[in-house]
């Protein structure tokens, strides 16, 4: 069986925390990050606002992304060995890919992939604040925040609501142990459910 779970939500709800979590705990699991298909910086656009567009969907590789989630598709075993992933012979016939990132939901060619959508928040000030002690590769330059990526956050969010996408919200403010574990025995008990 092929298992798709995305690990979905804001920036700095915790996707990157949980999900590194959940790849030591699940069986032949393999991981497909959506920040690694930032496109470079010079093919970024520049909005009216001043900021570089990073925070939409534009701004990502997402054909790419799509063929990497293909090749694991077509052979999750020969994709697990490539990525240095074991495989365990004894376990049943079931391979776990996890997509994590924060447009995961707004792509429509992926859209319908996922067996399982999780979707972590945390409050406005929370969200500033942990992001405002990040560092990314590209700084936040000032105003990035409020003037960008509050705003487009919010845009994506109305989308999928809009579109129906259904999806299993998580409280970012829990501890990272509760929420692993709430998410590890979800993941659980649907993959019995499905065998
Ligand atoms: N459950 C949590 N409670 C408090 N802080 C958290 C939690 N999960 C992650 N963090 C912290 O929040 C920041 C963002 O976490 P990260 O997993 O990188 O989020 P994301 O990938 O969603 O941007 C990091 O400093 C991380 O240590
Ligand atoms: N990885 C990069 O090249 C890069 C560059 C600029 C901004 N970012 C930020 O990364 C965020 C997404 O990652 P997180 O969900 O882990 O915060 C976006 O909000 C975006 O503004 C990433
Ligand atoms: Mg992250």
Redesign the pocket.
């Given at each position: 069986m092929k298992y798709i779970v995305g690990i979905g939500?804001?920036?700095?709800?915790?996707?990157?925390?949980?999900t590194n979590n959940l790849l030591k705990a699940l069986p032949n699991c393999c991981v497909i990050h959506q920040d690694d298909f930032f496109k470079p910086q010079d093919q970024i656009a520049v909005g009216e606002d001043g900021f570089k567009q990073w925070d939409v969907l534009e701004s990502l590789d997402m054909e790419a992304m799509l063929s990497t989630v293909q090749a694991w598709v077509s052979s999750p075993r020969k994709f697990a060995r490539a990525h240095g992933v074991s495989v365990r012979l004894d376990a049943s016939d079931t391979h776990i890919l996890i997509l994590e990132g924060?447009l995961l939901y707004s792509y429509k060619p992926l859209v319908d992939l996922y067996s399982r959508r999780y979707f972590?928040t945390v409050p406005y000030e929370e969200c500033k604040w942990?992001r405002s002690?990040?560092s990314y590769a590209v700084p936040d330059p000032p105003g990035l925040f409020d003037g960008h990526v509050w705003p487009m956050y919010q845009k994506y969010k109305r989308e999928m609501e809009a579109n129906g996408v259904e999806v299993v919200y998580l409280d970012?403010?829990?501890?990272?142990e509760e929420?692993f574990h709430q998410v590890l025995e979800d993941i659980q008990n649907s993959l019995l459910n499905r065998s």
């Open positions: 939500g804001m920036t700095n709800g915790g996707k990157t925390t949980l924060f972590l942990r002690r990040r970012g403010m829990k501890s990272r929420l």
